[in-house]
């Protein structure tokens, strides 16, 4: 049902225009955020449907956060590698790679960390990870440098197993799965409304205290292990940046496709500006019609839906 939906809707957007121009682009700049992996029945942070909707994920996605509770914290990635693991990548993601294939000229930026690009053969050359991988580790002592990528152990440490923790971090009460979620850590954080108002280091949160020994330590240094993203307050991997960068002023851009993202995080958000600025025009794929992206210079075109249907129909 959700398909012919989203064929009727694809069929009243003026789809004629947008091939024909695609099929004169050269230059084209995609922005994914986490929008595009729902159809592979991962949560978005925001949005339609969002897993982190009853709690806000910022505040587990921080250095704050992990400095006061790393036991906390890695569940929360924990859960999120798991799932990711469990995700297969979908006909959107498989399409962008095939775009890739085609045109050399054609980069991907991608906020996702779950890795469905990855495990889509987008040519890794053409995909910037602006938000690093949940899959990418690395150690938080001050003089060790150690760092591993493609670690899919899962669990990641013995104590951080889903299973014996599903309790604390089951599915939300809107997975799709439709399990009824006992989470201890949901209902500890539901009761407060929102993590906003859940102080995490609040000892009275029945939230099991994992010591540091239970998470992964580093093999160099003995240190405390963190996953491999960019957290709110860090900064981009500066390499991705200044490639991004050179690419961008290399010459005029054709066009951004803006896929399953609330442009709502920054500087991420920031390269569709970038783009228009350079003579694209914007194309966005979206399941919500009042998107931020249309507010600011609106865009070219607008195709609302689940991505997992539109992008493979419209690149085809
Ligand atoms: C930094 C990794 C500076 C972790 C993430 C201006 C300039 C610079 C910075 C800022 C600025 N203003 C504010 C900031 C600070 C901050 C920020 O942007 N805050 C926001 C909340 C206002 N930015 C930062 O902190 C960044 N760092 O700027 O550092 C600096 C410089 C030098 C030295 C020190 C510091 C770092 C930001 C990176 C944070 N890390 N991820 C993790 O994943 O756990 S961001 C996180 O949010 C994810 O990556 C996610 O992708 C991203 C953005 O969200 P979306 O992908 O858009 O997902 P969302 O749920 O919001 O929306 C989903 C969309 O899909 C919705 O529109 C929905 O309608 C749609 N949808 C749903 N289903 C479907 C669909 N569409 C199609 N089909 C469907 N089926
Ligand atoms: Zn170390």
Same mark, same amino acid.
Request: with cysteine.
């Given at each position: ?153 899962? *669990? #990641?440490?013995?104590? !951080?197993? $889903?299973?014996?923790? @599903? %309790? ?83 010459? *005029? #851009?054709?066009?951004? !496709?803006? $896929?399953?993202?609330? @442009? %709502? ?52």
């Amino acid at each position: 049902m959700a398909a012919t939906a989203n064929k009727a809707i694809i069929a009243s957007v003026d789809l004629q225009s947008f091939t024909e121009y695609l099929k004169g682009c050269r230059r084209i700049l995609a922005l994914l955020g986490a929008g595009i992996s729902a159809a592979s029945g991962l949560p978005t942070f925001r949005g339609a449907g969002g897993l982190w909707r009853h709690y806000d994920a910022t505040s587990l996605a921080t250095p704050e956060a992990f400095d006061d509770n790393p036991g906390l914290v890695w569940q929360f990635y924990s859960y999120r590698r798991h799932m990711a693991l469990q995700a297969q990548p979908n006909k959107a993601h498989y399409a962008l790679a095939e775009l890739s294939r085609r045109n050399k000229d054609f980069i991907t930026l991608t906020q996702n960390v779950d890795g469905l690009s990855q495990r889509a053969q987008h040519p890794l050359e053409q995909l910037n990870l602006l938000h690093g991988s949940l899959f990418d580790i690395k150690c938080t002592s001050f003089y060790c440098n150690y760092s591993r990528q493609n670690d899919f152990t899962d *669990p #990641i440490a013995p104590a !951080l197993d $889903i299973p014996k923790h @599903s %309790s604390l971090l089951g599915p939300s009460k809107t997975d799709k799965s439709g399990e009824e979620a006992s989470n201890s850590l949901q209902d500890a954080l539901e009761d407060k409304a929102t993590a906003k108002d859940v102080d995490i280091s609040d000892t009275n949160n029945p939230i099991p205290e994992l010591t540091q020994e239970d998470l992964p330590q580093c093999p160099k240094c003995n240190g405390l292990l963190r996953p491999g993203v960019v957290w709110f307050g860090e900064p981009l991997p500066t390499d991705t940046l200044e490639k991004i960068d050179n690419w961008v002023e290399s010459a *005029p #851009i054709d066009l951004i !496709l803006v $896929i399953g993202t609330s @442009s %709502s995080v920054y500087p991420a958000a920031g390269y569709v500006d970038v783009a228009r600025n350079h003579g694209a025009k914007v194309v966005v794929v979206n399941m919500e019609k009042d998107m931020p992206t249309r507010g600011k210079g609106a865009c070219d075109w607008f195709f609302q839906g689940d991505a997992g249907v539109i992008v493979p129909e419209i690149l085809k």
